[in-house]
């Protein structure tokens, strides 16, 4: 675990003890002003006040949640490529709590996931409205240049599921790499329903 979260998650288990940050610094056999550091996210604890506050708190602050976390965050930028809303949505839920990124993260992309449904569905609109058409113009063209005005209408109501399939591809595999390389993500024309 990293700042902020590491901080963050020793303010909360100290409060949980009901520990002054002097307690609590007395404790690990650090100074106040350290603990206050941390908790602030200003430093990341030695392995030697990390290990103490790990015992004192009864939870393990290693950085080998690290990699997890990180597991976690690429697993939700990947779903994007399969439009997959509740994946994103499981591990949010479940892990929220307990991470700042992984709930950072996972609002984003759940709020992306939920703007290009609807980009999708109003995509899905847009090509069944088209077999109306078809039916109603089968009558009025002749046969010859209804076959060809059909399959211009078709690939053209199929155009943006297909771009919008690309998009998603894209934004999932690009954030994906850029939580691995601890580099910012981005997800334009995503709607944020959830702050």
């Known amino acids: 675990m990293r700042q902020p979260d590491l901080g963050n998650k020793v303010a909360e288990l100290r409060n949980a003890f009901g520990y002054t940050q002097e307690k609590l610094a007395e404790y690990c056999e650090v100074s106040t002003r350290t603990i206050q550091r941390i908790e602030s996210g200003e430093v990341e604890p030695r392995a030697f006040t990390r290990n103490s506050l790990s015992n004192i708190l009864e939870y393990d602050l290693s950085q080998s949640e690290e990699r997890n976390e990180n597991l976690w965050l690429v697993i939700m930028h990947l779903s994007c490529i399969f439009s997959n809303l509740i994946i994103p949505l499981i ?7 307990h991470s700042y990124r992984v709930n950072r993260h996972g609002r984003d992309v759940i709020n992306f996931q939920i703007t290009i449904l609807l980009m999708l569905f109003a995509a899905l609109l847009l090509f069944l409205l088209s077999i ?8 009025v063209v002749a046969s010859g240049d209804f076959d060809r005005q059909a399959v211009i209408l078709i ?22 790499i850029r939580v691995l390389t ?14």
């Open 91 to 97: 591990i949010w839920s479940w892990k929220k709590d």
């Open 155 to 176: 690939f053209c109501s199929l155009i943006p599921m297909i771009l919008i399939g690309i998009f998603t591809t894209y934004q999932g595999v690009v954030n994906a």
């Open 182 to 195: 601890d580099k910012p993500y981005r997800y334009p024309l995503s709607i944020p329903f959830i702050k």
């Open 132 to 139: 109306p058409i078809l039916i109603f113009t089968e009558g």
